[in-house]
């Protein structure tokens, strides 16, 4: 299968499969679709805001959210089989045509804000060996990450879609010192140090319970992001119901490597030593445990997996607006494509838009937590949505057979809203703010989509939105100028 296969858009290295995959094959596809970079900064940025119970709390309901959401988009997949565009398609189907554009808007901007982490992220791991490289973000390292995003601009033109030594190296680099990880740090766990501050409330600064939880929520959803994708392999499955039991497979299975990354570290380190090193942190865990080689291998690892992630993710973060062009959801230029068949344009004004943050976090200082916290809150008005369609068949019956039973369904969907919703809040208005400013200007290239096929462009209720959402953002930037706000 390669990139342009791909309807449903996941942060994964795509991948040469056999024509039937059995249910092994199909659980590995799903964790490698969702393990990305964020496993590895996993220590620092849960310990940040949280002691260990915050964060075994803050596991327990991500556990919950995001099995919703698998259920949701297991569901809508079977029900809605021809809404086969990603999740913005879900929510233009079952709320309207503006409600589906910045679905698809805000699943762009998380897409290529992600890849902006991404260019941070492998330059602050090449700082263990060259330190001019910093966080990630210094002069040094913003140059290093804007060659290593125009060349892989230039491959993507070529037509580099996919490369089967690349990802096993790339699903290599990344599984297996996660496992060799958790195997080292379980041995070295100290019940006493994980202990010494359970409830994280003898740091002030954390604040209380309910705050330490709230810290959690946009981590934890950026390391599930892509678990939207799994459905994509249906087709390729020896038996159809082994895919609902690869992603529940799939899922726990990441949800424990997870788990125990961010509090077996707790036992190693406490919760303010973690809380100061830098990302990728279970490198400098690891070395506590073992000397300097275990630092070196997390960064090699990183910068290998990331890298590789990096040239697939470029390819699928231009491919949302490009199929969202193709149904009249974006504009008709982001559809066009080169003589090779890649989405050119798309591909060229998504990475004028990396390079553009990139530059931005040079004279804003800003690390790879504040931007992935960006493209977590970012990607929450598809994931709402897509829960909140999966609750309105359910209700009206639509899609189901007469007598057919629909608690179980209706149950998921508004979980999964409201878990998306619990979200929204534990994001908090810095990051909201942000989001804001960069939903606004999508109102333009709507209404430009609208008039090229001739439609009208927005309905009474739509129009109070999109004021509403041109307010938001205005605000935002107000704040942001005065210093009120800082989300970078």
């Known amino acids: 299968m390669t990139t342009a296969d791909i309807n449903i858009p996941v942060r994964k290295v795509a991948t040469a499969l056999p024509s039937k995959l059995r249910l092994g094959s199909l659980t590995a596809l799903v964790i490698g679709s969702m393990v990305g970079s964020g496993v590895f900064s996993l220590p620092q940025n849960m310990a940040a805001g949280a002691g260990p119970l915050a964060i075994l709390i803050g596991w327990a309901i991500t556990a919950a959210g995001m099995l919703a959401l698998v259920f949701v988009y297991?569901?809508?997949?079977?029900?809605?089989?021809?809404?086969?565009?990603?999740?913005?398609?879900?929510?233009?189907?079952?709320?309207?045509?503006?409600?589906?554009?910045?679905?698809a808007w805000g699943y762009w901007i998380s897409a290529w804000v992600g890849n902006v982490s991404y260019a941070v992220i492998v330059f602050s791991?090449?700082?263990?060996?060259?330190?001019?490289?910093?966080?990630?973000?210094?002069?040094?390292?913003?140059?290093g990450a804007s060659i290593l995003l125009w060349l892989i601009h230039v491959l993507v033109l070529a037509g580099i879609r996919q490369a089967a030594v690349i990802n096993l190296i790339v699903t290599v680099a990344k599984i297996a010192p996660i496992v060799l990880f958790v195997g080292v740090v379980t041995v070295a766990f100290k019940l006493q140090v994980w202990s010494l501050d359970f409830t994280g409330l003898g740091n002030s600064s954390l604040g209380s319970i309910t705050a330490q939880v709230k810290s959690t929520m946009l981590?934890?959803?950026?390391?599930?992001?892509?678990?939207?994708?799994?459905s994509v392999?249906?087709?390729?499955?020896?038996?159809?119901?082994?895919?609902?039991?690869?992603?529940?497979?799939?899922?726990?299975?990441?949800?424990?490597l997870y788990a125990l990354v961010s509090l077996l570290s707790l036992g190693i380190l406490s919760q303010p030593e973690l809380a100061a090193l830098k990302n990728p942190s279970m490198a400098g865990v690891l070395e506590a445990v073992v000397g300097p080689w275990g630092a070196i291998m997390i960064n090699i690892a990183l910068?290998?997996?990331?890298?590789?992630?990096?040239?697939?993710?470029?390819?699928?973060?231009?491919?949302?607006?490009?199929?969202?062009?193709?149904?009249?959801?974006?504009?008709?230029?982001?559809?066009?494509?080169?003589?090779?068949?890649?989405?050119?344009?798309?591909?060229?004004?998504?990475?004028?838009?990396?390079?553009?943050f990139l530059m931005i976090t040079?004279?804003?200082?800003?690390?790879?937590?504040?931007?992935?916290?960006?493209?977590?809150?970012?990607?929450?008005?598809?994931?709402?949505?897509?829960?909140?369609?999966?609750?309105?068949?359910?209700?009206?019956?639509?899609?189901?057979?007469?007598?057919?039973?629909?608690?179980?369904?209706?149950?998921?969907?508004?979980?999964?809203?409201?878990?998306?919703?619990?979200?929204?809040?534990?994001?908090?208005p810095a990051y909201l703010f942000m989001c804001a400013i960069l939903y606004a200007p999508g109102i333009l290239f709507y209404v430009w989509a609208r008039r090229e096929t001739n439609q009208r462009v927005f309905h009474p209720v739509e129009a109070g939105l999109a004021v509403a959402l041109v307010a938001a953002g205005v605000a935002a930037a107000y704040l942001i100028w005065n210093g009120s706000i800082s989300p970078l």
């Open 362 to 428: 040079l004279f804003a200082q800003s690390t790879y937590q504040a931007l992935f916290y960006i493209a977590s809150a970012a990607i929450l008005v598809p994931y709402i949505f897509s829960g909140a369609y999966a609750a309105k068949l359910a209700l009206t019956g639509e899609s189901y057979a007469v007598g057919e039973q629909r608690t179980g369904p209706l149950f998921a969907g508004l979980l999964a809203t409201a878990y998306g919703l619990w979200l929204v809040y534990a994001a908090g």
């Open 125 to 143: 791991a090449l700082s263990y060996f060259f330190p001019a490289f910093g966080d990630g973000n210094t002069w040094q390292a913003v140059l």
């Open 219 to 230: 981590v934890t959803l950026w390391v599930f992001i892509g678990i939207e994708g799994a």
């Open 74 to 103: 297991q569901s809508l997949a079977t029900r809605k089989p021809e809404l086969d565009a990603g999740p913005y398609a879900y929510a233009k189907a079952g709320f309207g045509p503006f409600i589906g554009f910045n679905s």
């Open 303 to 356: 910068v290998v997996s990331v890298v590789g992630a990096f040239l697939s993710w470029t390819l699928l973060a231009a491919e949302i607006p490009h199929v969202a062009a193709k149904d009249g959801t974006m504009p008709k230029f982001f559809g066009r494509e080169s003589a090779r068949g890649v989405p050119s344009i798309s591909l060229l004004i998504t990475n004028l838009l990396v390079q553009a």
């Open 233 to 256: 392999y249906s087709g390729r499955a020896e038996r159809r119901k082994d895919i609902a039991t690869a992603t529940v497979l799939g899922f726990f299975t990441c949800l424990a």
